[in-house]
């Protein structure tokens, strides 16, 4: 049997961080998919965090968890909306996780009694992650993208590692430079050097660009596409035009009109098959098409640190937000309440009418909680339709308990060991790891299985009876409080198979036309050609109140 090409991308990045080497890399990874390609795709972060679990949001922005319970970063995400594929926890990897391996090898005397060294034992780790994320895959073409700069000490030996990669099978492997081209506002003229530097930097590591992906403001022209080819030593056919653009579900098609996925396929010797875009051209129009709004504050709490961009921390839930959106021909607008200012303004909680839905995202901790609380309690008594994910979902039950149960002392572990009423309660496995300081990777995580009570406005959206949603949380509401939530009206309308954890909440549509908490992240799941369902009932329920 003939062994099938593996080919590797590598796409690295240039100049300064931040210029869409994550769409890049996802794009590339669609356009050559469209070519009916298998591919996967690869993430490297080169902090010393094994996983991105444990890092704020306002540090490092969302933190996305993949089906088999690994906290990554949010490109992993990207990945798997733009490839509408699931994607393993072995396809993400950081330098924490790489030296963690590497050691415990060496401790099971893995490397049989051989001095380990950082060069090659590193990079070797890096390609045998690579390798088996490829076959686990049955990829044929893996696009891995490099996080940070080139020339940052940081990434250097995962920049090695790709180097041996083409040593060894220089037709196997590709790489795709993102630099980036600014037009200084003085000069009014787009300027090459940065990434010629770039470029420069990246050969010191023994690695020339095939591609050179220039992002700007601005269309590359044919003036400075030849400058670059001559300072770059790369073709001008492999210099690509990136400029901004409003839809970033734009860029595949704008690559594929610059042929970047020919030179692709030329470049690694793959003979061309026909694309096939279309569903998601599809896709890309109905997110340009004029339509009306439907207007969802979302409320949540890390909202106020310096410059930190807000939209990376809940990057999901605005997309699956937005999915669910265009497929109803809506316009999504988004409003960000920072949930501190409604804790005792009461006419701010007035504004709250002008929504069509509120969603209160994940969080952790007790700042804003309160806050949340109210919004939670005037959605609820304004029938607003409400969606609460996680944390959303477990102030819901918790406003519930107080307000309608009449448990006016009820709360969550997290923020009150001591309340009477702990209707949130830590679940016991996660007792002992925080009793440990056992924090890294030790919460409830990644899919399990959910099932749907028939009727529920859950199983009504998801029309099916059993799914499986991707978790993050340590705490679960406590069951012994289950009974007294459930006579006075509200439905668990989800459970774990056992029956024992309570995964979806939701008030009867007789009392409120859209009230629904998961204590799962539905939006992990949320594709642009496969909206998720509970988004969509909530869009739904959004649209109707905007309509009256
Ligand atoms: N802080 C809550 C818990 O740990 C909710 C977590 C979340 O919203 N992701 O259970």
Redesign the pocket.
Known sequence: MIKKARKYIFVVGGVLSGVGKGITTSSIAKILQSRGFKVTCAKIDPYINVDAGTMNPTEHGEVFVLDDGYETDQDMGNYERFLDVTLPSINYITTGRVYQSVIDKERALKYKGKCVEVVPHIPLEVIERLEKATRKAGAEITVVEVGGTVGEYQNILFLEAARMMKINNPGDVAFVMVGFLPVPSKLGEMKTKPTQYAVRTLNSAGIQPDIIVARSGYPLDKKRKEKLSTFCNVRTEDIISAPDLDSIYDIPVNFIRDKLDQRLLSTLDLKSRKTNLQDWRTFGRKVKAKKRPVNIAIVGKYFDSGDFVLSDAYISVIEALKYSAYAQNREPVLTWLNSKNFEDDKKVLDTLKEYDGILVP???GSSGVEGKMKVIKYARENKIPYLG????M?LAVLEFARNVVGLRSASTR?IDTKAKHLVIDVMADQEEALDGDNYGGT?RLGAYPCVLKRGSIAHQAYDRNRVKERH?????VNEEYVERLEEAGLIFSGKSPDGSLMEIMELPLSEHPFFVGTQF?PEFLAHPLNPHPLFTAFIKAAKKRGSK
């Open positions: 994940g969080g952790f994910l996680c944390y959303g477990q997290e919460m993050r949380h340590r705490y679960e992240h």
